[in-house]
T-cell receptor, first 114, second 114 residues
């Protein structure tokens, strides 16, 4: 059962454009939603994260938009640069009742072309 | 520059052999996670430790996989016997407190079972 659906699988964006990656989740117990960036041969690195009590979080060129009622969240990369070319993963985490549940999306391979 | 270290970085072994992967979390971190990454399944959480105690290993095939933390500076993931379907990149990550806010990933161990 895939609890976090991520789209698109791959994305090609022109330099300077906006990259948008979407994720949808099913479990309403999730209470933390991080995005990770992974370069080839490296481990994922936390990029930005949001909790469901806010609808948007911005850090530099990266913005998370969160829609709790629709159970969707998205990553926007403004002014995309070739150095942003990487695979991006969304994740959803729940820590309720002393347990820990984490599910990653399948990933989006972003290519920013000059 | 504190970082998670993993050894070995690459491992090629024959089916049926025992494989041990090691992880040194960042000093002071009290949570350790083991992940497996494949093209087909993406990133999967295998096990989660807090203060060296295993809190969740439901993502791990119990019959052949085992995870331990002999001390605060070492986490191990063992596969015995290994199978070709275990071929993947195995990541260790460490974090603080509940491990929610930031998980620092290691560079991974690329395992190939022939």
């Amino acid at each position: 059962q895939q609890q976090v659906k991520q789209s698109p699988q791959s994305l090609i964006v022109q330099k300077g454009g906006i990259s948008i990656i979407n994720c949808a989740y099913e479990n309403t117990a999730f209470d933390y939603f991080p995005w990770y960036q992974q370069f080839p041969g490296k481990g994922p690195a936390l990029l930005i994260a949001i909790r469901p009590d806010v609808s948007e979080k911005k850090e530099g060129r990266f913005t998370i938009s969160f829609n709790k009622s629709a159970k969707q969240f998205s990553l926007h990369i403004m002014d995309s640069q070739p150095g942003d070319s990487a695979t991006y993963f969304c994740a959803a985490i729940s820590t309720g009742a002393g347990s820990y549940q984490l599910t990653f999306g399948k990933g989006t391979k972003l290519s920013v072309i000059p | 520059d504190a970082r998670v270290t993993q050894t070995p970085r690459h491992k090629v072994t024959e089916m049926g052999q025992e494989v041990t992967m090691r992880c040194q979390p960042i000093l002071g971190h009290n949570t350790v996670f083991w992940y497996r990454q494949t093209m087909m399944q993406g990133l999967e959480l295998l096990a989660y430790f807090r203060n060296r105690a295993p809190l969740d290993d439901s993502g791990m095939p119990k019959d052949r996989f085992s995870a331990e933390m002999p001390d605060a500076t070492l986490a191990t993931l063992k596969i015995q016997p290994s199978e070709p379907r275990d071929s993947a990149v195995y990541f260790c990550a460490s974090g603080l407190v509940g491990g929610l806010d930031e998980q620092y990933f290691g560079p991974g161990t690329r395992l190939t079972v022939t």
